[in-house]
């Protein structure tokens, strides 16, 4: 395996000079079978999570809005001494066309020394964050292209798959 790229500086950077790329790439991928590609994400996204550290990265909740469930705004509201009216009020932008609530703050306020201050308590949407270890990637593109530019895991994940399935760049 290539050496990753984990400067989030450069990986921003190659976001944008690879945008038309990597919208060749989903196309290309969408004529893949479905399990093959899981298979191969699956094995490459452990191996990928084993040499990054996300302790020392934080670039997702610098630039990320995380989606909330009512029941985690109440433990979020409760960690603030808030009541959960008061809370969503500081804290919380509603998506309507969707029916999602997110955290509105970027970075998150969790967020200190690159470090996450409610880890244990912290959203469901954080945990499963970067959603590369869900099934069916070839549907989940757009939002892995969105991803591309912010973390370290998907983009490493992104450019290994090109270079296994010999897309041409
Ligand atoms: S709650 Fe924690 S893990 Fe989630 S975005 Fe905020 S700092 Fe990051
Ligand atoms: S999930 Fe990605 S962006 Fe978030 S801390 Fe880990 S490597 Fe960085």
Redesign the pocket.
Known sequence: MKPLEIN?EKIARLAEQREDENYRFRVFLKGQEDDKIDIMVHKMDKEIRSQ?D?KE?????IHLHPSVTDEEIETLSRLDHHTPIEYVAKNIVNDNSENMKYLKDTPCKYLHDKKCSIYLERPEDCKS??HTQNDHFIHRTYSMIDNYG?????FNLFEQLKMELKFKK
């Open positions: 989030i990054i996300c990265c934080g670039n997702c909740c964050y970067p912010i973390c370290p895991i998907v």
